[in-house]
């Protein structure tokens, strides 16, 4: 038999996420969208996502995001990737440009037009 009330022993069980962990859990894993291919050919296989915490790096299982078409040679790649040991989250924004080579050019997403701020 079940006990009736279960309150104080279902509460242990559920660890207190942050809006950001909310948000990450429900993206879709970098991995799943790779690779991805630019018009001309290139392929933009992933990078190596080191946690800001412990420089370890992150699972690619534990990375997530996305990747936005911005024209035919450039997205941009927005990703957060979590850290088991260290219960956090580490953002990556960068701009893939896909000329002779591929090149990735980290920005900052908090000063792009249109996510607030600069109106
Ligand atoms: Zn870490």
């Not at 993206?27 to 799943?32: D, I, P, R, Y």
């Not at 080191?50 to 911005?70: I, P």
């Amino acid at each position: 038999m079940q006990k009736e009330n279960c309150s104080d022993k279902c509460a242990e069980r559920y660890v207190e996420i942050s809006p950001q962990q909310a948000e990450w859990s429900q993206s879709h894993t970098l991995g799943s969208q790779l690779p991805y291919v630019f018009e001309n050919g290139l392929q933009f296989n992933g990078f190596n996502a080191k946690c800001s915490g412990c420089m370890n790096q992150v699972e690619s299982a534990n990375l997530r995001g996305s990747l936005t078409h911005v024209s035919d040679n450039r997205c941009v790649l927005v990703a957060k990737g979590y850290c088991q040991p260290c219960n956090g989250i580490t953002s990556y924004s960068f701009i893939l440009t896909a000329g002779d080579e591929l090149k990735a050019e980290i920005f900052d997403a908090d000063i792009m037009p249109g996510s607030g701020g600069l109106n």
